[in-house]
């Protein structure tokens, strides 16, 4: 039982100095941000800090990492059909997790030479891969398909980055509507028709 409430409490600890970085994100540049400006806004100490994270950067590092997590297991959920609904439905949940996670927000924008979009490429390689060898087509049309589902990709990091740039300033639904409609009119029946 003590374990468990030893980590329910890193648990927490760890959020409050999540919630607290996304905090001061939303205030400072992202280099500007201190390990003090955390444990005040997080309540706690600098041991505390240090007894979760080495300093910032690995701090970024995990919230990077999870991040990345978050994103594919959205897309895993993802099966795609002819639902306008339901396309409509996961760009949505998207564009929300978008406007919810300031450091995703702030590397959309400035993407600069952050690992981040290095470790999310090798991830959405890896994604493509696994995705078109569960697919049945001939060994050209899996090649074909690998490109459809890059392209898509492709195309929804490049509205987002758009839309986080212009301050998210259109609405969620417009932009998930834009998304949905790429993807069902131009990009689904490619994957279809591979699939």
């Not at 439905?89 to 919810?100: D, Q, R």
Request: net charge negative; charged share 20%; hydrophobic share 40%.
């Amino acid at each position: 039982m003590t374990n468990d409430m030893q980590d329910e409490r890193y648990t927490v600890v760890d959020e409050a100095i999540r919630d607290a970085f996304f905090l001061i994100l939303k205030e400072k540049e992202l280099e500007k941000i201190t390990v003090s400006d955390i444990i005040k806004r997080a309540g706690i100490v600098r041991s505390t800090f240090y007894n979760h994270y080495e300093n910032i950067p690995a701090l970024v590092t995990a919230i990077e990492d999870k991040t990345i997590d978050d994103i594919f297991s959205l897309m895993n959920t993802f099966h795609p059909n002819n639902d306008w609904d339901l396309c409509k439905s996961y760009y949505l949940t998207i564009c929300e997790y978008t406007i919810k996670n300031p450091l995703l927000a702030n590397l959309l924008t400035n993407p600069g030479e952050d690992t981040f979009f290095e470790k999310t490429v090798t991830m959405f390689h890896h994604y493509v891969r696994q995705v078109t060898q569960n697919a049945t087509p001939s060994q050209h049309d899996k090649e074909i398909l690998s490109y459809v589902i890059a392209s898509t990709i492709g195309s929804t990091i490049g509205v987002l980055h758009k839309w986080a740039k212009d301050n998210f300033q259109v609405p969620p639904e417009t932009i998930a509507d834009i998304l949905t409609q790429t993807f069902t009119a131009g990009m689904l029946p490619h994957i279809l028709r591979g699939a």
